[in-house]
């Protein structure tokens, strides 16, 4: 197991590495290999990408995201523009059915609702509102689109995992049940279990994905 220590120092170079995050602000605390990021920085998306680049650092098991935002006076924007701007870019993302989803802003928080076909056009959608100027946070309620299921659904899942060369896909198990899919097993890394949570759901029909996945830190070889 990495130490607390050489955990918090990754964790510090990878977001000063980071040219979408302003690090100066960020203060970084590890304690039994969950990552706690404290201090202010300037807009909501850099928050979002500062807790994935701790997620992209060996040993850490979670992440504690307690950043507040600090808008800059030029980036202050009230919620009705905000939900204009909103709209407006929503209307113009080829892999967003606008027309499907509806916004709500208040005190600069954004809740986007709607149901979509598939689990990348509501990535799409969150990504729009996380780069809108203004935005203190966000809350999805996007749901996807019940679709049949085809009944090799859990083959198709193996063999799309087995496809990625960012995890070990012999490590993970997979369970369905309907539009269901549980994955269990483990992972070496916050980012591989995303990577493994992304190659879910280009399976068709996947509605709903139960990550059990357990991290684990392969132990250094001893000379």
Known sequence: MRTDTAIRLDVTAELASDPSVRHEDIAVAVMGGVVTLAGHVDSYAQRYAAGLAVGRVRGVCAVVNDLTIKLPGHLVRTDSEIAHAGVEMLRWHSEVPDDRLRLKVENGWVTIEGQLDWHFQKEAAERV????????????????????????????IHTGLRRQAEFDADLITVETAGSR?????????????RAAERAVWNAPGVT???DEMVIVTP?????
């Open 219 to 223: 132990q250094p070889l001893l000379m």
């Open 181 to 193: 899919v549980t994955l269990r097993g483990t992972v070496q890394s916050i980012a591989e279990r």
């Open 129 to 156: 509102i996380r780069s809108l100027s203004g935005v203190r946070g966000m809350t999805s309620l996007i749901t996807l689109k019940a679709m049949p299921v085809a009944s090799d659904i859990r083959d198709r």
């Open 208 to 210: 709903h994905v139960d």
